[in-house]
């Protein structure tokens, strides 16, 4: 199975609300990362997390908050969010943050955010 | 600074052509090259991967090639279908880096009937 899922596929939010993004592997692998799509540009890395501890934050606004509560899953918070937000998030996994060789990124489908 | 630029930035052809694109890049310490392939909306999908040692990989009608010296690795559809009209994304990551990727900013390729 090399498989990540992402819920929810779309979300509508206003600014004033809080929502969470959700991302699940079942492959085993002990780095999870989200990323940031604007539409016609490649991903934008926003946190890394390996071994369930936060390794990467490149500097994201407060407003976007990643949780890791286990080895299979990773949560994204949003809250207060800005229109300028609006992109397709996508979640990735690989077997360790440790570079090198073979070691693949698996993206999952997206979550389509609007802000409203 | 790492960049990988990816030419053409757009690309139509007629269903059942061969089309080739290219990817030029200026990562190092370089580890590993991969090919994604991106549907609208949806997350990229790993083609292939090459390392420093590989000159080509396949994968079904995609081949991908790597000139570690000239720093420039290309990506050839044979026989294009109506399914290949994507994003094709060039992503070099660093040696030693944490498996970080630098991507290119991608060739978005219309197949025709």
């Known amino acids: 199975d090399t498989e990540v899922t992402q819920t929810p596929k779309h979300l509508v939010m206003g600014m004033t609300n809080k929502k969470s993004l959700k991302c699940e592997q079942h492959m085993g692998h002990r780095a999870m990362y989200w990323y940031k799509q604007k539409a016609k540009k490649p991903p934008e890395l926003m946190f890394v997390y390996s071994y369930e501890k936060l390794s990467i934050n490149e500097s994201v606004p407060s407003r976007f908050s990643p949780e890791c509560p286990n080895s299979s899953l990773l949560n994204l918070h949003l809250h207060a969010l800005q229109p300028e937000d609006s992109a397709l998030y996508l979640c990735?996994?690989?077997?360790?943050?440790?570079?090198?060789?073979?070691?693949?990124?698996?993206f999952g489908p997206g979550t389509r955010l609007t802000v409203l | 600074k790492n960049q990988v630029e990816q030419s053409p930035q757009s690309l139509i052809i007629l269903e059942g052509k061969n089309c080739t694109l290219q990817c030029n890049y200026t990562v190092s310490p370089f580890s590993n090259l991969r090919w994604y392939k991106q549907d609208t909306g949806r997350g990229p999908v790993s083609l292939t991967i090459m390392t420093f040692s590989e000159n080509t990989k396949s994968n079904g009608r995609y081949t991908a090639t790597l000139d570690a010296d000239t720093k420039q690795s290309s990506l050839h559809i044979t026989a294009s279908q109506l399914s290949d009209s994507a994003s094709y994304i060039c992503v070099v990551s660093l040696y030693n880096a944490g498996n970080m990727l630098t991507f290119g900013g991608g060739t978005r390729l219309m197949v025709k009937p």
């Open positions: 990735a996994s690989s077997q360790k943050r440790g570079g090198g060789g073979t070691d693949t990124q698996y």
